[in-house]
């Protein structure tokens, strides 16, 4: 049974880092492909970065490229999210997400089979 921890979210400014962090409960963490999803109000949920099974390769969406970094701490069963010169146009709930599956499409909210409960984060102008 995998169970996701999102923590970090908060009101920052404009141009203002933040780093999200997702604590996992699984039997074998680093088995597991996660990645970072978010959602704003009256928006769909959208991808934002992923890293594979064993940190092998990481991906990010267009929009977060250059600013945002993804990581993973085996030992200490955490994924994070660096997020540097943050936008209003961040502001959202991020969401940890993970599976064990072989993903088809890393990119795809339906590829993974668990997710946690969100963590806010607004930028303000």
């Known amino acids: 049974q995998v169970q996701l921890v999102e923590s970090g979210g908060r009101v920052v400014q404009a141009g203002e880092s933040l780093r999200v962090s997702c604590a996992v409960s699984a039997r074998a963490f680093r088995s597991l492909n996660t990645a970072w999803f978010r959602q704003a109000p009256g928006k769909e949920r959208e991808f934002v970065a992923t890293?594979?099974?064993?940190?092998?390769?990481?991906d990010y969406a267009d929009s977060v490229k250059g600013r945002f970094t993804i990581s993973r701490d085996g030992g200490k069963n955490t994924v994070y999210l660096q997020m540097n010169s943050l936008k209003p146009e961040d502001t959202a709930v991020y969401y940890c997400?993970?599976?064990?599956?072989?993903?088809?499409?890393?990119?795809?909210?339906?590829?993974?089979?668990?997710w946690g409960q969100g963590t806010q984060v607004t930028v303000s102008s």
């Open positions: 997400a993970a599976s064990y599956r072989n993903l088809d499409s890393p990119f795809s909210a339906h590829e993974y089979d668990v």
């Open positions: 890293i594979t099974r064993y940190a092998v390769t990481t």
